[in-house]
């Protein structure tokens, strides 16, 4: 449940994209089935993609730097194993999987717009390279592309169209974000309202594609599907209370991806809400001045940052943040641990542990 | 097939959102059926767009700005009539109307974004009054409420899913804003060129609401859909490249929107294509000089913008892009003559002309 895998197994390049085996199961089957899964969905996607228009074929050519290690995918494919592990992976299951990564890939192209992201994976952004204009109408696209594949697979009777409820939740992501923005640089922003935010922009997605893979594989056991998504969902809110403290605690070498993003766009995430809830005002601002200092020239910055981080960590809401996303591994852990031992079932326990572990 | 009606009724008000009788049907109850229909697909638009969060809700309410005359839904609603006029309208002709609109609608918002539009029928835009992160996320808030709506209707068997249509669509909109894009101030971008252009970002929708009126009328007669497809399509060219002409050649008091938009942002759309393409040298740079000087101070660029177009009338340029419109709208009013004489093909023989005719 990282974006990097459990133990990471040899990369490979296809096409340009990066597939990677996905989790520390110890068999070998497992994991060769869901790496030999992910290329056919790598080879999807790229079908889908395609153009005629060479003008639209370079863009698209970029966005190899946006793959990440298909964290989307990969639990798609393998929560469609825990539900039914004697199953083929099914061409359902590699459509929707590829649905879930291209809907995930647009909103990080539009996402590095919102945020004037200059690098992505350590080379230049869609918008750095070819503009915010080029930025938004591929995002556009890769929506418009992932909701024509996802139309064409036919739900079963008892869910319903998954276009449906990919169209629901990209939906809910859009006003996260929106409810995130109106935020920026409100300090009072309450602890409800972040998770709020997580829930809608992160955890949607996450939960639904766990969903899409049982019901690829359990189409008509509605109540695996929805205790499988709360699943998915319980981890993305991790996951994503696990990258707010990696922002502010990690370096670029590190991570992968440019730091200290959030307070830069003014957004305050969870550690921060929890120490400026229950500051004085003698702490507020030292917090203010450490924070107005993080927009300086970068060695101001840097120390403002370390310092900003010292406070967060000795006062112990680094701590609670911590905690709350060990709170909501635990629970998924939990949920996981219900079904029958499995190679899958082992595989989505280390992942969920993943979210915690992971420095990148 | 205008944003405006062939014979606008009494608009009226609803939900902040103007809805207008489309036709100037001889027969008053063809303009009655289809205003009724209208304000069904202004409510549905409305129930679908509602939003739990005060946020969102204030953003979507600033949309009713971005609402014309709902030619698209007009053109679904009256394309049903065309096929059957018998039946009522049926709930899946306001979804897919509605659907169309939204799709519309997402894409005004982030054109608006790409042009840095600062105005809107009148108004403030999105970006101007939101900033463009909102733009860009109520966009895509759009785009997916569109496509869970347009999943939850059932396509026939002959038909692929709408869903996929719509996608499909939607993605070759986006190539043909990329492909505007990559030939910004290119003087020597092709008729042809041109033409792939307004194929792509235009016609396709228009193209497909008027599908979407047969297809929900008579679902098992693919080659009337397919009819009917290729009259919006052409309907749709020709509209755009009067758009094109009335941004050279009207004011935005008269057209409501600001004008010269194209060249400031580098864009060579079909009256300038025919004039430099036989233009000799010296008239190439008496020409790039008047659009260098449409960049200056207001009063200078209007003197520029004038003289420009007393170029590109006097040199029979301006002529030829008009007959390119008139072959377009002729070839589209013979095939809508070969249905049998009705309240709904009288209507779109007059929206037909009216893309011609129209002043804004």
Redesign the interface.
Same mark, same amino acid.
């Given at each position: 449940m990282s974006e990097t895998s459990a133990i990471p197994a040899s990369p490979r390049q296809r096409a340009g994209f990066e597939v990677q085996a996905p989790c520390s199961s110890p068999g070998v089957a497992l994991s060769d089935r869901i790496a030999a899964g992910l290329a056919r969905v790598s080879d999807l996607m790229e079908a889908e993609l395609a =153009?005629t =228009?060479p &003008? &639209?074929g370079t863009?698209i050519g970029h966005l190899a730097r946006y793959r990440g290690k298909m964290l989307r995918p990969t639990l798609v494919l393998t929560f469609a194993e825990l539900a039914d592990d004697r199953s083929q992976i099914s061409e359902d299951s590699i459509r929707l999987a590829a649905v879930c990564e291209m809907v995930h890939l647009?909103t990080l192209v *539009?996402d590095d717009?919102?945020d004037a992201a200059q690098t992505r994976r350590g080379g230049p952004s869609i918008n750095a390279r070819h %503009?915010?204009?080029?930025a938004? +109408? +591929? %995002?556009? /696209?890769l929506? =418009? !592309?992932?909701?024509?594949?996802?139309? !064409?697979v036919q739900s079963p009777d008892s869910e !319903?169209?998954?276009?449906?409820l990919?169209?629901?939740i990209?939906?809910t992501?859009? #006003?996260g #974000?929106? +409810?995130q /923005? *109106?935020h920026r640089n409100d300090q009072r922003v309450a602890r409800e309202t972040y998770f709020d935010i997580v829930n809608a922009k992160t955890a949607g997605l996450i939960g639904l594609s766990c969903r899409f893979g049982a019901v690829a594989a359990m189409p008509h056991d509605s109540e695996t599907c929805d205790r499988v998504e709360r699943i998915g969902r319980l981890l993305g809110a991790a996951f994503q209370i696990q990258d707010d403290i990696l922002d502010l605690t990690s370096t670029e070498d590190t991570l992968g991806k440019p730091t200290g993003k959030d307070l830069g766009c003014g957004t305050f995430t969870l550690p921060l809400i929890l120490y400026l809830h229950s500051a004085l005002d003698h702490d507020r601002n030292v917090c203010n001045s450490l924070i107005e200092r993080m927009a300086d020239e970068p060695s101001v910055a840097h120390a403002a940052r370390t310092q900003l981080v010292s406070l967060l960590e000795s006062s112990g809401a680094m701590a609670s943040a911590r905690n709350e996303a060990q709170k909501l591994v635990t629970e998924a852990a939990a949920d996981i641990s219900r079904f029958p031992v499995s190679e899958a079932r082992t595989a989505l326990l280390a992942m969920a542990q993943q979210v915690l572990d992971r420095a990148r």
């Open positions: =153009s =228009s &003008v &639209v863009v647009a *539009h717009v919102l %503009g915010n204009e080029t938004v +109408l +591929l %995002g556009d /696209l929506f =418009s !592309r992932a909701y024509a594949l996802c139309a !064409r !319903r169209p998954y276009a449906e990919m169209g629901d990209a939906a992501m859009c #006003e #974000e929106l +409810l /923005l *109106h």
